[in-house]
């Protein structure tokens, strides 16, 4: 008998959110097996791009199954529509070809292509001028708050107004700042790492970090996909990129210890790069990279510590690693920052942290550029120059310009001898990170600056942009001199949003100390202040609007006016720990917050001489374990407020707020609602029913209905299950007047965000989830009207804004079937599986055995079988529930219609007994992990180094631990797994013969291994452990279909 099912429905849906449905008892309705990869796309139609021939693969967002597997319709990030592996057609590759200034032939496209292609008709300007496609799934991306710091923002624009192109999370952003408009380009599963951008500005390559990296490249003018590099670094991802200046070749370093230089014809359809060549792990991390301008099959990269020449050919790919020490010149060299070719002869700069410019010549001479290099060449350095006390940053040159960048926010302009041309400086600009230039050129009637030679003449360059290390974003005017600021985001993580319960206004708070509000429809920002030396870790608006907590990382609270963001009382201090949740009454009478220390603290509003003032009440080590929630209510018999909080602890604690006193924190319940799982989150369920309920989500992919009153638990339910569990949810506020009943869940996980349809049943396709923050995702926030859906990404420092789309999620549940059709596909073979037969075989012999297996007299055929029997059938179909658990089934479904008819109920159709079975079971099954954890837990290493339990000490534990089993359930228990009893167990209730089992113990070894317990105790398949994957997952021990 199988232990569970890991037959999960999934739909295949097509990047951005469209959708494409299986028919039920098809792969993706039926579920996927162990080894088949998620989140599948169908095919799609070939792009404008240089394609692949298909496989198995996802597009753009780079399938990649997670560590479980995912049910409902999980859409990836969405883009790289246009990048799968597709064959190129005709047209599509001599647009691409003609684009990038590559020949047809050496592109692989046939003679007789010609235009017609969206990236062949594409112009600049092409992407601002097409309206924004309405959104076809459940979510859509709108906006993005933020960007990475890290990674190089560059200058696209070709008029005064600046277009910027930057990373956020795993998202590219084209950023008009004059129309304060964006388009987001889609493609990414992993945080993207870096990018560069062609001489033209028309080609963009981005690369992330993570597992099953990709690398694509973007046609900027049209925001199409053109190419996607699967599998260019596996490992861990792509640590640092470059494009050469004819836009023909992509040069991309990996990280992890020992790195890896690859070259790609980009222009090619080739699955594989051209050459490349691992580095030794004593050069550092080299996360720069850059092509000679003068010659693509020369480029240089450097770490802190070390720089890298590299020459390469359709043969090979050969470097040179020159020493360089402080010794080298008796001066000290510092830490390098970046380094350039000289754009009129063979030397090479690079800059470093002391201020000073390393000047490398070659030792002996290059190669033709055609020819393959007998060996690499051999650069030196010839000469270490002090420019400046201040560090460079930034390194590069602009046309017959060195531009160099310091820590100071100078920006200098030097000429091929390295003299002083001109320098831009600006008081609140911090350390550059980037420098992008205009792509038009200069005025020649502005008033530009004199230039610093001796004759004295205009110093005439184009606009640039420079981004700083403080996540600030600077356009530079260089006729005049005129800094403005464009963007000036969180340069920390960003945990803490908020929405308005009445206005369309976003809070977000960053441990940088910045506070920001957003008017999300206009997206305007509109006020902020900053808390010098301190992390906002946590916000809340009051119900009415006019207040908004803050919660800090040192444990201080922070009551501020909505509107101005001034404190409304001085700030509180009563928490030890960083303040992790916190929240209003309804009545905004109460304020509470939970901290790390695993404490609650009650703030109530109260009238000191004549005015309204806050005030500490009390608080209380309330919980053992960190504390996942804290959720206020109000009663349901007046309209007092009650406070509740949910801990790892598995403790749902209820607070007697009317009966406490000043330092005094009453506790009115404390019940513990799990026995295995740990509950992650809490939210009030919506009034679908007469009885009130109580919402929770465990780590083991389960949500529970609790009665309000009596904490009983009345249902549980298979929740979203996409990699991840829940870690955090919001019940959508409905603006529906013609149906008050619909109602909806906004959710997170650890990397995705979700919406799913209430009342929640356990369909899987009721559920929708898309990647938001590959990174993790900190907060959720959803506004006032149930319209958009906020997240905040946490060190990634953005914060996305969703469109949800109601109705789209709503017509695709009908595509996964009525009635138990969606719970059939989670069975494994589905209605006409091996599996639901062997089910209805043991829902009927259940009906034997009640009505007795000897009698002789006439039976009764019925579709019921009665709540007894119902942990027997589950045993039968390898679910072996504990005897709380049983406890809840029977429950379940014993006072399922109590509330409205006053009965109980006393037997189970097949139909809900399927829909019990799918919802109680565990999601994924038993796996070898949990059970070598258990041994890492309870076992000692023997003499061999292995985890092993006693003999003695297991049988103990069995009898004193957990739900203690008998002497008498034990022998039970071995005698039928050892296989004393022949018959395999019994069929009527009653004793079993258990003289030999004293016997048995002397074929249990005395030490027990994990493998020993698995194989030869419980009789389960170990599996083989998996090879050559960068992603390991746990092995199902039994699954649908196979033997107990």
Same mark, same amino acid.
């Given at each position: 008998?199988?232990?569970?099912?890991?037959?999960?429905?999934?739909?295949?849906?097509?990047?951005?959110?469209? !959708?494409?449905?299986?028919?039920?008892?098809?792969?993706?309705?039926?579920?996927?097996?162990?080894?088949?990869?998620?989140?599948?796309?169908?095919?799609?139609?070939?792009?404008?791009?240089?394609?692949?021939?298909?496989?198995?693969?996802?597009?753009?967002?780079?399938?990649?199954?997670?560590?479980?597997?995912?049910?409902?319709?999980?859409?990836?990030?969405?883009?790289?529509?246009?990048?799968?592996?597709?064959?190129?057609?005709?047209?599509?590759?001599?647009?691409?070809?003609?684009?990038?200034?590559?020949?047809?032939?050496?592109?692989?496209?046939?003679?007789?292509?010609?235009?017609?292609?969206?990236?062949?008709?594409?112009?600049?300007?092409?992407?601002?001028?097409?309206?924004?496609?309405?959104?076809?799934?459940?979510?859509?991306?709108?906006?993005?708050?933020?960007?990475?710091?890290?990674?190089?923002?560059?200058?696209?624009?070709?008029?005064?107004?600046?277009?910027?192109?930057?990373?956020?999370s795993h998202a590219l952003v084209l950023h008009d700042a004059a129309g304060n408009r964006q388009r987001?380009?889609?493609?990414?599963?992993?945080?993207?790492?870096?990018?560069?951008?062609s001489e033209d500005k028309r080609w963009v390559a981005t690369a992330d970090r993570g597992p099953d990296?990709?690398?694509?490249?973007?046609?900027?003018?049209?925001?199409?996909?053109?190419?996607?590099?699967?599998?260019?670094?596996?490992?861990?991802?792509?640590?640092?990129?470059?494009?050469?200046?004819?836009?023909?070749?992509?040069?991309?370093?990996?990280?992890?210890?020992?790195?890896?230089?690859?070259?790609?014809?980009?222009?090619?359809?080739?699955?594989?790069?051209?050459?490349?060549?691992?580095?030794?792990?004593?050069?550092?991390?080299?996360? &720069?990279?850059?092509?000679?301008?003068?010659?693509?099959?020369?480029?240089?990269?450097?770490?802190?510590?070390?720089?890298?020449?590299?020459?390469?050919?359709?043969?090979?790919? =050969?470097?040179?690693?020159?020493?360089?020490?402080?010794?080298?010149?008796?001066?000290?060299?510092?830490?390098?920052?970046?380094?350039?070719?000289?754009?009129?002869?063979?030397?090479?700069?690079?800059?470093?942290?002391?201020?000073?410019?390393?000047?490398?010549?070659?030792?002996?001479?290059?190669?033709?550029? !055609?020819?393959?290099?007998?060996?690499?060449?051999?650069?030196?350095?010839?000469?270490?120059?002090?420019?400046?006390?201040?560090?460079?940053?930034?390194?590069?040159?602009?046309?017959?310009?060195?531009?160099?960048?310091?820590?100071?926010?100078?920006?200098?302009? &030097?000429?091929?001898?390295?003299?002083?041309?001109?320098?831009?400086?600006?008081?609140?600009?911090?350390?550059?990170?980037?420098?992008? *230039?205009?792509?038009?050129?200069?005025?020649?009637?502005?008033?530009?600056?004199?230039?610093?030679?001796?004759?004295?003449?205009?110093?005439?360059?184009?606009?640039?942009?420079?981004?700083?290390?403080?996540?600030?974003?600077?356009?530079?005017?260089?006729?005049?001199?005129?800094?403005?600021?464009?963007?000036?985001?969180?340069?920390?993580?960003?945990?803490?949003?908020?929405?308005?319960?009445?206005?369309?206004?976003?809070?977000?708070?960053?441990?940088?100390?910045?506070?920001?509000?957003?008017?999300?429809?206009?997206?305007?920002?509109?006020?902020?202040?900053?808390?010098?030396?301190?992390?906002?870790?946590?916000?809340?608006?009051?119900?009415?609007?006019?207040?908004?907590?803050?919660?800090?990382?040192?444990?201080?609270?922070?009551?501020?006016?909505?509107?101005?963001?001034?404190?409304?009382?001085?700030?509180?201090?009563?928490?030890?720990?960083?303040?992790?949740?916190?929240?209003?009454?309804?009545?905004?009478?109460?304020?509470?917050?939970?901290?790390?220390? @695993?404490?609650?603290?009650?703030?109530?509003?109260?009238?000191?001489?004549?005015?309204?003032?806050?005030?500490?009440?009390?608080?209380?080590?309330?919980?053992?374990?960190?504390?996942?929630?804290?959720?206020?209510?109000?009663?349901?018999?007046?309209?007092?407020?009650?406070?509740?909080?949910?801990?790892?602890?598995? /403790? @749902?604690?209820?607070?007697?707020?009317?009966?406490?006193?000043?330092?005094?924190?009453?506790?009115?319940?404390?019940?513990?609602?799990?026995?295995?799982?740990?509950?992650?989150?809490?939210?009030?369920?919506? /009034?679908?029913?007469?009885?009130?309920?109580?919402?929770?989500?465990?780590?083991?992919?389960?949500?529970?209905?609790?009665?309000?009153?009596?904490?009983?638990?009345?249902?549980?339910?298979?929740?979203?299950?996409?990699?991840?569990?829940?870690?955090?949810? /919001?019940?959508?506020?409905?603006?529906?007047?013609?149906?008050?009943?619909?109602?909806?869940?906004?959710?997170?996980?650890?990397?995705?965000?979700?919406?799913?349809?209430?009342?929640?049943?356990?369909?899987?396709?009721?559920?929708?989830?898309?990647?938001?923050?590959?990174?993790?995702?900190?907060?959720?926030?959803?506004?006032?009207?149930?319209?958009?859906?906020?997240?905040?990404?946490?060190?990634?420092?953005?914060?996305?804004?969703?469109?949800?789309?109601?109705?789209?999620?709503?017509?695709?549940?009908?595509?996964?079937?009525?009635?138990?059709?969606?719970? &059939?596909?989670?069975?494994?073979?589905?209605?006409?599986?091996? *599996?639901? =037969?062997?089910?209805?075989?043991?829902?009927?012999?259940?009906?034997?055995?009640?009505?007795?297996?000897?009698?002789?007299?006439?039976?009764?055929?019925?579709?019921?079988?009665?709540?007894?029997?119902?942990?027997?059938?589950?045993?039968?179909?390898? *679910?072996?529930?504990?005897?709380?658990?049983?406890?809840?089934?029977?429950?379940?479904?014993?006072?399922?219609?109590?509330?409205?008819?006053?009965?109980?109920?006393?037997?189970?159709?097949?139909?809900? *007994?399927?829909?019990? &079975?799918?919802?109680?079971?565990?999601?994924?099954?038993?796996?070898?992990?949990?059970?070598?954890?258990?041994? /890492?837990?309870?076992?000692?290493?023997?003499?061999?180094?292995?985890?092993?339990?006693?003999?003695?000490?297991?049988?103990?534990?069995?009898?004193?631990?957990?739900?203690?089993?008998?002497?008498?359930?034990?022998?039970?228990?071995?005698?039928?797994?050892?296989?004393?009893?022949?018959?395999?167990g019994i069929s009527e209730l009653g004793t079993c013969d258990t003289s030999g089992a004293a016997a048995?113990?002397?074929?249990?070894?005395?030490?027990?291994?994990?493998?020993?317990?698995?194989?030869?105790?419980?009789?389960?398949?170990?599996?083989?452990?998996?090879?050559?994957?960068?992603?390991?997952?746990?092995?199902?021990?039994?699954?649908?279909?196979?033997?107990?």
């Amino acid at each position: 008998m199988p232990l569970e099912s890991n037959a999960i429905s999934v739909s295949a849906v097509t990047s951005g959110g469209e !959708r494409r449905r299986e028919t039920p008892g098809s792969a993706a309705a039926g579920g996927l097996g162990r080894g088949e990869r998620l989140f599948r796309q169908p095919p799609l139609p070939p792009p404008a791009c240089f394609g692949r021939k298909p496989k198995a693969r996802m597009d753009g967002s780079s399938e990649t199954a997670p560590e479980e597997p995912s049910q409902g319709r999980a859409d990836a990030s969405g883009a790289a529509r246009g990048a799968s592996r597709d064959a190129q057609t005709p047209r599509e590759a001599a647009g691409l070809a003609a684009a990038v200034g590559t020949s047809e032939e050496e592109a692989g496209a046939p003679r007789d292509a010609g235009p017609g292609s969206a990236v062949w008709t594409a112009a600049p300007g092409r992407l601002w001028q097409e309206a924004e496609a309405a959104g076809a799934g459940p979510l859509r991306l709108r906006r993005v708050l933020g960007y990475n710091s890290e990674v190089a923002v560059h200058s696209l624009g070709a008029g005064a107004a600046p277009v910027l192109l930057y990373a956020a999370s795993h998202a590219l952003v084209l950023h008009d700042a004059a129309g304060n408009r964006q388009r987001l380009l889609q493609g990414h599963r992993n945080v993207i790492s870096c990018l560069c951008v062609s001489e033209d500005k028309r080609w963009v390559a981005t690369a992330d970090r993570g597992p099953d990296a990709l690398v694509i490249v973007w046609d900027s003018f049209s925001g199409i996909p053109v190419h996607t590099i699967f599998d260019s670094h596996p490992a861990d991802g792509v640590a640092a990129i470059a494009i050469s200046r004819d836009a023909k070749y992509l040069a991309t370093i990996s990280t992890g210890t020992v790195q890896r230089v690859c070259v790609w014809k980009w222009t090619y359809p080739t699955e594989t790069p051209v050459c490349s060549v691992e580095l030794q792990p004593e050069f550092g991390c080299q996360d &720069y990279v850059v092509f000679n301008p003068q010659n693509p099959y020369e480029f240089v990269s450097n770490s802190k510590t070390q720089v890298i020449f590299y020459l390469w050919s359709d043969t090979g790919l =050969r470097y040179g690693a020159p020493p360089l020490t402080d010794g080298t010149f008796s001066k000290a060299v510092g830490h390098f920052s970046q380094s350039v070719f000289h754009f009129n002869n063979s030397q090479a700069l690079t800059g470093t942290s002391a201020g000073k410019l390393v000047l490398w010549d070659v030792v002996c001479p290059r190669p033709p550029p !055609r020819e393959p290099p007998v060996k690499p060449h051999t650069m030196k350095a010839i000469k270490l120059m002090p420019m400046q006390k201040d560090g460079f940053t930034v390194l590069t040159v602009l046309e017959s310009y060195f531009v160099a960048c310091d820590v100071k926010g100078n920006v200098k302009f &030097y000429d091929g001898q390295l003299q002083l041309l001109n320098w831009y400086s600006h008081l609140r600009v911090g350390p550059i990170r980037s420098i992008s *230039f205009s792509k038009s050129p200069p005025s020649p009637s502005a008033d530009y600056a004199r230039s610093c030679t001796i004759g004295g003449q205009p110093f005439v360059v184009r606009n640039f942009i420079l981004s700083t290390a403080d996540a600030t974003v600077f356009h530079v005017a260089t006729d005049g001199t005129k800094y403005e600021k464009v963007m000036e985001e969180a340069k920390r993580a960003v945990n803490a949003i908020a929405c308005h319960p009445s206005q369309a206004l976003l809070a977000v708070g960053s441990h940088c100390g910045l506070l920001k509000v957003w008017d999300y429809e206009q997206t305007k920002y509109l006020v902020s202040r900053i808390f010098v030396g301190a992390s906002i870790q946590c916000l809340s608006y009051s119900p009415e609007g006019s207040l908004l907590a803050a919660g800090f990382t040192d444990g201080s609270v922070y009551i501020l006016d909505a509107i101005s963001l001034w404190s409304s009382c001085k700030e509180f201090k009563f928490s030890r720990g960083p303040v992790t949740h916190i929240a209003f009454s309804h009545n905004s009478e109460y304020l509470a917050t939970a901290d790390e220390k @695993l404490s609650v603290t009650v703030y109530r509003r109260v009238l000191r001489n004549g005015q309204r003032c806050w005030e500490h009440l009390a608080g209380l080590h309330s919980h053992y374990k960190p504390i996942r929630s804290i959720l206020f209510g109000v009663q349901l018999d007046s309209d007092e407020p009650r406070l509740l909080s949910l801990g790892e602890d598995r /403790q @749902l604690v209820e607070y007697d707020l009317n009966s406490s006193s000043k330092d005094h924190l009453v506790v009115l319940h404390r019940d513990r609602i799990e026995q295995a799982a740990v509950p992650l989150c809490l939210a009030w369920y919506p /009034q679908l029913s007469t009885e009130s309920f109580i919402l929770t989500a465990n780590s083991c992919y389960k949500m529970k209905l609790y009665n309000t009153t009596t904490k009983m638990c009345r249902k549980t339910l298979l929740g979203p299950t996409y990699g991840s569990p829940l870690e955090k949810m /919001q019940i959508l506020p409905t603006t529906n007047p013609t149906d008050p009943q619909k109602h909806y869940l906004a959710y997170i996980t650890k990397d995705k965000v979700g919406v799913q349809i209430l009342p929640i049943d356990g369909n899987p396709h009721k559920s929708f989830a898309f990647i938001c923050h590959p990174g993790g995702v900190a907060d959720l926030a959803s506004s006032y009207d149930g319209r958009y859906v906020f997240t905040a990404g946490g060190h990634d420092c953005t914060v996305l804004k969703w469109e949800v789309n109601l109705p789209a999620l709503e017509a695709a549940v009908p595509l996964g079937g009525e009635d138990l059709v969606p719970f &059939y596909s989670l069975l494994d073979g589905g209605r006409d599986g091996e *599996f639901f =037969r062997e089910l209805e075989d043991y829902f009927y012999y259940a009906q034997l055995r009640s009505h007795g297996m000897d009698t002789m007299e006439t039976r009764q055929v019925s579709t019921h079988i009665p709540l007894e029997e119902i942990p027997f059938v589950m045993r039968a179909m390898g *679910f072996y529930p504990s005897e709380e658990k049983i406890e809840e089934m029977i429950n379940e479904v014993k006072f399922s219609e109590y509330v409205d008819t006053g009965k109980q109920v006393t037997k189970i159709n097949l139909g809900d *007994f399927i829909k019990l &079975y799918v919802n109680h079971r565990p999601a994924f099954g038993l796996s070898m992990k949990k059970i070598r954890r258990a041994f /890492q837990v309870l076992g000692y290493d023997n003499e061999n180094g292995e985890k092993v339990i006693d003999r003695g000490d297991l049988l103990l534990l069995l009898q004193c631990r957990g739900e203690h089993m008998t002497e008498e359930e034990l022998a039970i228990c071995l005698t039928t797994l050892l296989g004393m009893n022949p018959e395999g167990g019994i069929s009527e209730l009653g004793t079993c013969d258990t003289s030999g089992a004293a016997a048995l113990l002397e074929e249990i070894p005395d030490e027990i291994t994990a493998e020993i317990f698995t194989a030869d105790i419980l009789g389960l398949p170990v599996p083989e452990p998996e090879k050559n994957k960068t992603e390991k997952r746990d092995e199902s021990l039994i699954h649908e279909g196979s033997e107990s």
